[in-house]
């Protein structure tokens, strides 16, 4: 067993339950960890033996395209989409973080995150 982790991954977006944070945006962070098995492509060296890390960064970057209201939301489509075209997900994990979310007070961040 192995874990592929892609880490700060940056967006900017326009997710958020209010009106002006889907016009004016934000920045955020995305992570995903994949739990998968790694012995054959330990060996092999070969690309096809694993999963393809970048393609899972272009799954991550079609769905922050897709303005939600909820970080939950947008976490379980990415997860959706990671376990439909990546074989060989043992378990996955995504956390979708808002940077400076507007509150009342100094923070900074918020996150979800969500296992399968």
Same mark, same amino acid.
């Given at each position: 067993?192995?874990?592929?982790?892609?880490?700060?991954?940056?967006?900017?977006?326009?997710?958020?339950?209010?009106?002006?944070?889907?016009?004016?945006?934000?920045?955020?962070?995305?992570?995903?960890?994949?739990?998968?098995?790694?012995?054959?492509?330990?060996?092999?060296?070969?690309?096809?033996?694993?999963?393809?890390?970048? *393609? @899972?960064?272009?799954? #991550?970057? %079609?769905?922050?395209? !897709?303005?939600?209201?909820?970080?939950?939301?947008?976490?379980?489509? $990415?997860?959706?989409?990671?376990?439909?075209?990546?074989?060989?997900?043992? *378990? @996955?994990?995504?956390? #979708?973080? %808002?940077?400076?979310? !507007?509150?009342?007070?100094?923070?900074?961040?918020?996150?979800?995150? $969500?296992?399968?």
């Amino acid at each position: 067993m192995g874990r592929i982790r892609i880490e700060d991954m940056e967006f900017y977006a326009f997710h958020g339950h209010y009106r002006e944070e889907q016009i004016v945006g934000n920045h955020f962070l995305v992570d995903v960890t994949i739990d998968t098995d790694t012995v054959r492509a330990g060996e092999s060296d070969d690309l096809k033996d694993t999963i393809n890390y970048q *393609k @899972a960064y272009l799954i #991550v970057k %079609k769905e922050m395209e !897709v303005k939600s209201h909820l970080l939950e939301h947008i976490a379980k489509r $990415i997860l959706d989409k990671l376990y439909a075209e990546l074989p060989g997900i043992e *378990k @996955a994990t995504v956390r #979708v973080s %808002k940077m400076n979310p !507007v509150m009342g007070g100094r923070i900074g961040r918020v996150s979800v995150e $969500i296992s399968r």
